[in-house]
Nanobody
């Protein structure tokens, strides 16, 4: 059974940085798609970034391109979402999730989810 655990997040002023960590367990060969999503109050969940571990191919939402990046952790199944130049509009609950394949990156493709971590950016 796949299990996803995320950590990090917190509060920061605009322009600051935060790093989220996500570890996926239960994959025999560490081949999966890991995605980060966020959801602000009253808003729909949106994809932020994703990586396909066999190729290390990454995709970013236009709203975070150039500011967020996915970093490899020491373990094959651990990745970080490095968030720089944070803006107030980045404030949301952030979720890490995994799937066998990234596909379109839609949240519907992902079947194992972390518990979520709050990111608050004050202006």
């Amino acid at each position: 059974q796949v299990h996803v655990v995320e950590s990090g997040g917190g509060s920061v002023q605009a322009g600051g940085s935060l790093r989220l960590s996500c570890t996926a367990s239960g994959y025999e060969d560490s081949r999966f798609c890991m995605g980060w999503f966020r959801q602000a109050p009253g808003m729909e969940r949106e994809g932020v970034a994703r990586i396909y571990t066999p190729t290390k191919l990454t995709r970013y939402a236009a709203s975070v391109q150039g500011r967020f990046s996915i970093l490899q952790g020491k373990a094959d199944n651990t990745f970080y979402l490095q968030m720089n130049s944070l803006r107030s509009e980045d404030t949301a609950m952030y979720y890490c999730a995994t799937a066998d394949y990234c596909g379109s990156g839609s949240a519907r493709n992902f079947n194992a989810w972390g518990q979520g971590t709050q990111v608050t950016v004050s202006s």
